[in-house]
């Protein structure tokens, strides 16, 4: 033992010295390696970054240290070489965005890894993976946090994540999984986070969740949620925040959400539910209850929510079709704090509604409709006493006569004593419905006092709440019921709200239908009809919406009357059907035979389409084919004949699929076809001819894909394409010329694409394009001179990008009717003369800028055309009145939602308006602001001084500009007011420089723009703008800071003739693209260090990792410097100071290196050799141990030589060398060894004697 243990501890120390001799402490090529402090434990992790750097296999030389790995932005297809490396330390694994596919086992082998013996976190994001093998994520004990969100997930096996006891975290967002099973969590009992949004989940069933017993949060949001079942959120009792936004939910699951026990949050916004009826939310156990952006919610019925003891926030908002809030709507909600019902359609609050809530509840009702009547008089009284507590009182808003007015200042002259009803919510103007169906109308009022609710029937009779009429009936609520249909009911029903005060009516026409499903028959025999059946109305693909049943009629006295023969029900699954035993030559009631013409396969599971091209269709139009799963196109169907039913095919759809690449010549043969579709599946290549062929394609729809550029020679043969749709790729530049075959196409669609750059010419080709979609990209500027192809834009629309200012001639002599610039968060201005001799613009739309402050007064200049100007929801605080002088009569404007201010910079609004020079749209509501307080223009525009006011500086200035030493620092500052104000800069000396002159070291443009032409630490300070004009000035401080360069240089080995480097924090705009040109610079130092000269330069690229000086002298001082721009002042660089070694300490330090490594190595060889021997001895001595033994006690042999008493007599020993004498008694005596030795030498004599005398027991 003590030899064995020896010898590990020597293969131990060998291997540490061989390891520690061979390790490369360089990255990687295409990867960065640094060490970064964790903000959360406070302690350095190695990272290995090798993300966007096109592998397609793992790189070799990955440290052995490296605790985080990311590899995301990839072409890796699996990570089986991950975990061969010798990463003992790995705790996070990034593999996301790479070309992962179905994942059966994470790891070949059946040992585990050492590189998952820590490994914590692990993401495996936006990746085409479409199943989860069984046991596969085994002997991952330390996983805390998997994230598989955004693949194509559909199937799981229930074993998949079977072994995960310490999971927290688990993404499966963004997948197809259809369904959830329970026996996925059975192990994940310490899971707090579930997230499964944005998949296609139809319904929950019970216990799905019953294993996750410490589920804090769960996702189900997007998911396509309708049902979910009682119990389906059993053992969840711990759960804090659940989401089922964004769902098809068409009521709320009331049972089921009385499990929690402490739920703060619950979302349930952006579903189906279209009322809130008694006990919707009853005895749950919610504090924070969200119920947002519901399309068709209309009403919150009587006791609606009920019982809610912990219920402390309700926010109702964004539902804009919700008109009415029942009085009893809130009971028993003793914790409320605040309701939020701001946004929403309502018109009247009931009194007695607040009347049943918690004193000094909060409430918020902005943006509502009401009404400025006696309906909102309680809200004063209400606020005065204390019971309610009115966010926004001061700018709550109520309408009267389509206008908008204060409620603070209209409160006053309503007529406390009552006013004349409304009928809330409003009642459709038509209502149609199949004959025999039970028609409901519900009708509800408000009013002071509360009005009575009739209903005028057709006949012209009166039906009053409570009453049974002809036919029909009207409960006390109201509500009308028809309870069965007919054509002698149709007509106009109206609802009339009557009380002391006036009455209100709502007419509905009602209409009598008959439904569209009829008989197409297939096949007609002497005694049989083969037949189908076309226009089934169906709630999903699983249920029908009504019970459909097929008669077989026959006529009767020569076609007079007719006979039911025989009933047929139709179910859901069936497509045909057929009666047999029929007469010949007989009439039945049948209509004429049809043909396929439209064939739809969508969602199912279908992986080619040649099945499909082989049916006799040879009328076939139209074929969808979405949401299956088809995979790698290379050719549409197998032969080389082309099948009849591609000769009339015209519109073809293979959305939603997991299709990659589209081969050559795939469309052959469908000469036909017009529209193709080929949207939201992961395609990232296309053949260059892949479209030849299709000579009459009209519509070409390529976007949701993964494609990473476009390709000219996909588009040679599409001359007659007009819509082309590429959104939603990954596109970020456009080369020139891509478009120049579509010559006819009028609209095309490039948004969501991420593009950066478009190249000169990338629209040549285009002029008669009409209709321009690049939203939602990531374009810095307006690419001018390419729009300037189009002969008639109609529309362009360039919204969210990241373009921060509009400068002059942004958008010149480009032939666009309507241009939209909306939500572009960067925006912040629009110089002079940004848009310019535009001769077809009629609409220009700049909306939704929240940071746009500044227009310029000369920034619209000759667009004789332009009709409408949209500035609305920008931060515009003066529009100046210049700026409309320069457009056509009559042009419309909108700049509501603007910060206006509420002074002279308004006043020339009124007189534009009087004269006819602009038409202001909803200038009654227009509003400003004045002392953080919002006031109605038309109120307070003949208080302002028309004469002048102080100047504003617009747009905002930062407080702070950092720059790099010796970079230019530009500085605008623009001002507004009346008169215009002069612009003057102070500087940090204290001395004021003005509008068109040149200071020290800086200077200032006509237009009052500070330049520092080269910023130096001198020149740091408080830099302050002043807009001063007569009415008086506004000043505006920026701090300017000139900072060194970060980047520095990092020695990684010195010699006598060389020094070997690296560098550190280089600024990148993108992967592969950095801030500056970096240099590196060798310097001698020379006159004792007094002086330095630059021996060597060299430009450091993207690609490269480290470099080398080599020919140096020895044991002289160096400088290895860093500098950006070509800038060589010693002061302004970051050199790290070396002195090569001497040439023979550096050949003594290499040979005793050499001697390092020799002897380790021999050190290994020995302590192997050493190992191999012993192992070989003990095995020879156990084998001879074995085989006395069982000499000595084999069978039948009993003895005390086998085995040893001890003080429990069910314990027995076996001889062996361990054992033998580790009793403190002897364990033989001299009898005993006597007979031993008597035996033994028998046993060799050979006789048989000995041997029968051997045979037997040894103590007889």
């Known amino acids: 033992m003590q030899l064995y243990g020896f010898t590990l501890f020597v293969l131990f120390a060998s291997g540490l010295v061989f390891k520690t001799a061979q390790r490369d402490p360089m990255c990687p090529k295409m990867c960065h390696c640094i060490s970064r402090l964790n903000q959360v434990s406070g302690v350095h992790e190695d990272v290995t970054d090798c993300s966007s750097a096109l592998l397609s296999a793992l790189p070799q030389g990955v440290p052995n240290t490296t605790e985080i790995l990311i590899l995301k932005d990839n072409r890796l297809s699996d990570v089986d070489g991950v975990f061969s490396l010798e990463l003992s330390r790995l705790v996070t694994l990034d593999v996301s965005y790479n070309k992962l596919n179905r994942l059966s ?38 996983l805390k946090e998997l994230s598989i969100s955004h693949n194509i997930i559909e199937r799981i ?83 804090q925040k659940l989401y089922i936004q964004h769902n098809k939910l068409h009521n709320v699951p009331t049972l089921t959400l009385q499990v929690f026990a402490d739920l703060r949050l619950m979302d349930i916004s952006s579903n189906r539910i279209t009322q809130l009826g008694p006990q919707s939310f009853y005895s749950i156990n919610v504090s924070n209850l969200i119920l947002n952006d519901m399309e068709g919610l209309t009403m919150i019925d009587t006791f609606a929510f009920q019982n809610l003891p912990r219920l402390s926030t309700l926010e109702i908002e964004g539902n804009r079709n919700l008109e009415y809030i029942d009085s009893n709507g809130v009971l028993k909600v003793p914790n409320l704090q605040r309701l939020k019902l701001s946004g929403n359609n309502i018109q009247s609050i009931p009194s007695k509604l607040l009347g049943l809530l918690p004193d000094n509840v909060s409430l918020d009702i ?99 709440s409570g009453s049974v009429c002809v036919s029909v009936n009207v409960d006390q609520h109201g509500t009308l019921n028809i309870p069965r249909l007919a054509p002698s009911l149709q007509g106009v029903y109206t609802c009339l709200a009557v009380n002391k005060n006036g009455n209100i009516r709502a007419p509905i026409n009602v209409t009598a239908e008959k439904f569209k499903t009829h008989a197409l028959i297939l096949e007609i025999g002497s005694d049989f009809l083969k037949y189908t059946w076309t226009d089934l109305d169906w709630v999903n693909h699983f249920e029908m919406q009504y019970k459909y049943e097929v008669l077989l009629i026959q006529y009767i006295n020569r076609g007079h009357d007719w006979r039911i023969l025989r009933k047929f029900d139709i179910k859901p699954y069936m497509k045909y059907s057929t009666f047999n035993g029929l007469k010949s030559q007989q009439s039945y009631g049948v209509c004429v035979p049809n ?102 394609l009209t519509r070409l729809n390529l976007s949701g894909n ?19 749709n590429m959104a939603g790729n990954t596109i970020d530049s456009l080369q020139a010329g891509v478009f120049s075959s579509l010559i006819k196409l009028q609209v095309l669609d490039l948004s969501n694409c991420g593009l950066r750059r478009i190249m000169p010419d990338a629209f040549s080709g285009l002029e008669v394009l009409q209709k321009l979609y690049i939203q939602h990209n990531k374009l810095h500027n307006v690419p001018t001179l ?43 201005m629009i110089d002079t003369f940004a848009f310019q001799n535009l001769p077809r613009l009629s609409t220009l739309e700049i909306e939704g800028n929240r940071n746009l402050e500044y227009i310029d007064s000369n920034a619209v200049l000759k667009v004789p055309n332009l009709q409408r100007l949209k500035l609305s929801g920008n931060n515009i605080q003066s529009i100046p009145s210049k700026l409309l002088g320069l457009l056509p009569d009559n042009v419309s404007l909108d700049i509501q939602r603007n910060p206006l201010s509420c002074d002279c910079n308004i006043g020339w609004l009124e007189n534009a308006r009087r004269t006819g020079r602009v ?40 407080s702070t500009v950092k720059q790099l030493v010796t970079k230019p620092v530009v500085m605008r500052c623009l001002g507004a007011g009346n008169p215009e104000p002069d612009i003057r800069w102070r500087l940090p000396s204290g001395s004021l420089c003005k509008s068109g002159s040149v200071c020290v070291s800086v200077n200032v443009d006509q237009h009052g723009t500070l330049n520092i032409p080269r910023l130096a630490p001198s020149l740091q300070g408080v830099y302050t703008c002043l807009a001063v004009n007569k009415n008086g000035n506004i000043r505006a401080p920026i701090n300017v800071t000139a900072e060194k360069f970060k980047t520095h240089a990092l020695i990684l080995e010195i010699g006598s003739d060389f020094l070997k480097y690296t560098w550190t924090d280089l600024d990148w705009v993108n992967h592969f693209e950095m801030q500056y040109k970096y240099e590196v610079l060798l310097i001698q130092y020379i006159n004792r260090g007094h002086d330095w000269r630059i021996l060597r330069k060299f430009d450091i690229k993207p690609y490269m990792k480290y470099s080398t000086f080599n020919g140096l002298k020895s044991q002289q001082s160096y400088g290895v410097c860093i500098t950006i721009d070509g800038e060589h002042d010693k002061a302004l660089m970051n050199c790290k100071n070396v002195t090569t070694l001497d040439k023979v300490l550096d050949d ?28 070989v001895l003990i095995n020879r001595y156990n084998r001879r141990h074995e085989r006395t033994m069982s000499f000595l006690c084999g069978t039948g042999r009993q003895s005390r030589l086998c085995s040893v008493e001890t003080d429990s007599p069910s314990e027995t020993f076996p001889i062996s060398y361990e054992n033998r004498g580790a009793s403190s008694e002897p364990v033989f005596n001299e009898d005993d060894l006597e007979e031993i030795r008597e035996s033994i030498s028998l046993a060799r004599s050979g006789s048989t004697e000995s041997r029968q005398a051997f045979s037997g027991n040894i103590d007889e």
């Open 595 to 696: 043909t396929t013409e439209i064939l739809i396969l969508k969602d199912n599971r279908l992986s080619d389409v040649d099945g499909v091209f082989s049916l006799e269709l040879s009328r076939l139009v139209t074929l969808d084919v979405s949401y299956n799963k088809l995979n790698r196109l290379s050719k549409i169907y197998p032969s080389d004949e082309v099948p009849r039913a591609l000769f009339e095919l015209t519109y073809l759809k293979i959305d939603w699929n997991t299709i990659d690449y589209l081969g050559e010549s795939l469309f052959r043969g469908l000469d036909s076809l017009k529209e193709l579709s080929i949207s939201h599946n992961i395609i990232e290549r296309i053949h260059p001819k892949a479209f030849i062929g299709l000579f009459n």
């Open 105 to 142: 086992k994470i790891y070949p082998s059946d040992e585990v890894p050492r590189a998952l013996f820590e490994l914590t976190y692990l993401k495996i994001d936006w990746n085409t993976i479409d199943y989860l093998g069984e046991s596969l994520f085994r002997g991952l004990d330390s």
């Open 706 to 724: 993964r494609l990473n550029g476009i390709v000219a020679s996909w588009f040679v043969d599409l001359s007659e394409l007009l819509v082309l």
């Open 919 to 958: 038409v202001i749209n909803g200038f009654e509501n227009l509003e400003c602001v004045r002392n953080d307080s919002r006031w109605l223009v038309s109120a307070v525009i003949g208080n302002t001084n028309q004469d002048g006011c102080s100047p504003i500086i617009t747009p905002r200035l930062p």
């Open 366 to 464: 902005q943006r509502n409709p009401l009404s400025c009547d006696c309906n909102i008089g309680w809200l004063e009284n209400a606020r005065r006493t204390g019971r309610v507590v009115i966010n926004g009182f001061e700018n709550l808003e109520c309408v009267r006569n389509d206008s908008r007015w204060l409620v603070s200042a209209v409160i006053g002259n309503t007529n406390q004593d009552g006013c004349s009803p409304i009928i809330t919510p409003r009642l459709p103007s038509t209502v149609k419905q199949l004959v025999t169906k039970p028609v409901v109308m519900r009708c509800l009022g408000a009013g002071n006092p509360e009005p009575d609710i009739r209903w005028r029937l057709p006949s012209g009779s009166l039906c009053k």
């Open 157 to 239: 096996h229930p074993k998949a994540f079977i072994g995960l006891f310490n999971l927290t975290r688990l993404n499966l967002s963004g997948n197809r999984l259809n369904g959830i099973v329970a026996s996925w969590f059975v192990d994940l009992s310490e899971l707090l986070v579930l997230n499964m949004a944005g998949n296609t989940i139809d319904s929950l069933q019970a216990g799905v969740f019953s294993s996750l017993i410490k589920l804090q949060v769960l996702d189900l949001s997007n998911c396509g949620l309708r049902r979910i079942m009682p119990d389906a959120f059993s053992g969840l009792e711990v759960l």
């Open 1148 to 1175: 003594h330090y290499r040979m005793v290196r050499n001697y390092v490594l020799g002897i380790g190595l021999t050190v290994l060889f020995v302590g192997a050799a050493a190992t191999t021997v012993c192992l």
């Open 786 to 828: 390419t729009l300037q192809v189009f002969a008639d834009l109609r529309l362009m629309d360039i919204s969210s990008n990241r373009i921060t200012q509009l400068g002059p001639q942004s958008f010149y002599s480009i032939n666009v009717s309507n241009l939209i610039l909306n939500d572009m968060e960067g925006l912040t």
